[in-house]
C-alpha cells in the first residue's frame, strides 16, 4: 500500500511564502514523475508544477518564478517553495506520483489535499 501525505498548508498573507512537502511511503521501489496540482472553489483541478526522476522541472505560467518544485529522492519526498503569494493561489494543493512497486509495478497516488489560504 502507498500513502502520499502533503504537509505545510495554512493561512498566509499575500506576498508571503509558504512551503509543502509530500511524503510517499509504503512498498516503493522508487518515484518516477511527481508533480503538484491545485484545485480553487467552483474550479477543475489544475497542474501547478512537476518534476521528473532526472530533475527536469515544468511550472504552470501562473507560478512561474514564484514557485520552486523540488525532490528529496533518498527520503521519497517532493517539497514545493511557495513565495509572493497571491490571494489566486488560494486552493486545495494535492500531489501526485508516479511510483515504481517493490513488486515491480507501476502505480499512480495522490495525496489527500492541504489547504492554502493567501488572505489579509
Known amino acids: 500500500q502507498v500513502q502520499l501525505v502533503e504537509s505545510g498548508g495554512g493561512l498566509v498573507q499575500p506576498g508571503g511564502s509558504l512551503r509543502l512537502s509530500c511524503a510517499a511511503s509504503?512498498?516503493?521501489?522508487?518515484?518516477?514523475?511527481m508533480g503538484w496540482y491545485r484545485q480553487a472553489p467552483g474550479k477543475e483541478r489544475e497542474l501547478v508544477a512537476t518534476?521528473?526522476?532526472?530533475?527536469?522541472?515544468n511550472y504552470a505560467d501562473s507560478v512561474k518564478g514564484r514557485f520552486t518544485i523540488s525532490r528529496d529522492d533518498a527520503k521519497i519526498t517532493m517539497y514545493l517553495q511557495m513565495n509572493s503569494l497571491k490571494p489566486e493561489d488560494t486552493a486545495v494543493y494535492y500531489c501526485?506520483?508516479?511510483?515504481?512497486?517493490?513488486?515491480?509495478?507501476?502505480?499512480?497516488?495522490w495525496g489527500q489535499g492541504t489547504q492554502v489560504t493567501v488572505s489579509s
Open positions: 518534476i521528473a526522476s532526472g530533475g527536469r522541472t
Open positions: 509504503g512498498n516503493i521501489l522508487s518515484a518516477d514523475a
Open positions: 501526485n506520483a508516479k511510483v515504481i512497486l517493490t513488486t515491480l509495478g507501476i502505480g499512480n497516488y
